[in-house]
């Protein structure tokens, strides 16, 4: 099947969102139009929705609801900062396959379509087999008005792909070819074949799915209302420190200043009580105490919890308001051990970080950014793994931006 040329305007809104597929066509006004189809092997089908997802299910639960492909965090971190934004323009670089108006090089032109864009490399035969399966998998329950496909090459040995693709997309999609790597780069794309799906609204939803989870996307996307007005913002990957998004939490504080989103006051101890932690570019989960709080000793098991959940991303830290003899009594007096505790402990009867943040009651917790900023506040007990899940996730963002791989030395 030959590379089909055809007009950008893709008679977008002809179609309705119900349709009937038929074999080797679509039921379309009463009239069967033949729809473009490529053969995947049914392995192919199958690896592709099998794939592992990430390790641990507070972090699956955190960053998407989907099934997500099992990559490193360098390899989804970088796609996972462009949710909600429009992704980074097209790059005068890019080479266009089937693609014949200059006008449709620009994501503006694209809205009004649910967008996969999927990388690949023809050195590497699987990803040649997941660009079939996905078109396969679109073209077997959409149109192309309402669904098209991205098939991205990375700069790997773009030179010597042949004029002959290993595939064709047909109406449902461009093959681009990524000479140089700037536009990989501006998208967090490297070696490892990842997909970021782009909604009717030009706002990037989802990243590095499973076909599975790339199917359960599209039931959703598909009846997303387009809205002309609605623009959304566009990512800049210069600044990945800006475009990063901390979970953003309303609602009462507690017994403290509302601190959320300013410079945490510095944490002092006058005495560390089991060893002393590195905080320098940490996040860091601070919890006010002391031993007569009843509610505090309460929260003990769950801050044990957390320590041992994120042993790698956070450290915690109880720090008592009490002096050294006071805490020596209260520690008698319920029963406690130094065992008991798998976080940190500290002293500081003067409360100055206390003060410096207006609390007035404990137990009372912050979570620290690695950047310094507060990022939660709340009492220690309502706080929950899927949200530390997702400040450890943004804040790796920012500190791998500097990092990560790139095609580029930029």
């Avoid at 002959?164 to 461009?174: A, I, M, R, V």
């Amino acid at each position: 099947m030959g590379h089909q040329k055809r007009n950008c305007t893709m008679y977008a809104g002809l179609i309705q969102h119900s349709r009937t597929i038929l074999a080797g066509g679509v039921l379309l006004g009463g009239l069967c139009v033949p729809i473009m189809m490529t053969t995947a092997s049914a392995d192919a089908q199958d690896r592709l929705s099998s794939q592992r997802p990430a390790t641990g299910s507070s972090q699956r639960d955190a960053r998407s609801s989907l099934p997500q492909l099992d990559l490193r965090d360098e390899d989804r971190l970088p796609l996972e900062v462009m949710r909600r934004f429009a992704p980074p323009e097209f790059t005068e670089d890019l080479v266009w396959h089937d693609w014949d108006h200059d006008g449709c090089k620009s994501w503006h032109t694209l809205r009004d379509r649910v967008i996969i864009l999927q990388s690949w490399n023809h050195g590497h035969s699987d990803t040649i087999e997941q660009v079939k399966a996905l078109h396969d998998m679109v073209t077997e329950r959409y149109f192309y008005t309402d669904v098209q496909i991205i098939a991205l090459h990375t700069p790997e040995d773009a030179d010597a792909l042949s004029d002959e693709l290993p595939f064709d997309l047909g109406q449902y999609g461009y093959t681009v070819v990524d000479p140089t790597g700037e536009f990989s780069d501006a998208l967090g794309i490297y070696r490892e074949p990842v997909n970021i799906v782009v909604d009717r609204n030009g706002r990037v939803s989802q990243v590095a799915l499973t076909t599975r989870g790339i199917q359960q996307a599209l039931a959703t996307l598909i009846d997303q209302p387009y809205d002309s007005e609605r623009v959304p913002e566009q990512f800049d990957p210069s600044n990945v420190a800006t475009n990063v998004q901390f979970p953003h939490f309303v609602g009462t504080t507690g017994r403290s200043t509302d601190v959320r989103g300013q410079q945490a006051p510095e944490i002092v101890a006058t005495d560390w009580v089991n060893g002393e932690p590195t905080l320098d570019g940490q996040v860091v989960l601070l919890e006010f105490w002391r031993t007569g709080c009843p509610h505090c000793i309460t929260a003990i098991p769950h801050l044990n919890e957390i320590t041992r959940e994120f042993a790698d991303d956070l450290v915690v830290v109880g720090l008592s308001s009490e002096s050294p003899p006071a805490f020596e009594q209260g520690m008698r007096s319920r029963n406690l051990s130094l065992s008991q505790f798998q976080y940190y402990i500290a002293l500081d009867a003067r409360r100055r970080t206390m003060n410096n943040i207006g609390v007035s009651g404990v137990p009372h917790a912050i979570v620290i950014c690695s950047q310094g900023t507060v990022r939660w506040q709340g009492h220690p007990s309502s706080l929950r793994k899927d949200t530390i899940q997702q400040i450890i996730d943004a804040d790796r963002a920012v500190r791998m931006a500097d990092t990560r791989d790139r095609w580029t030395s930029s």
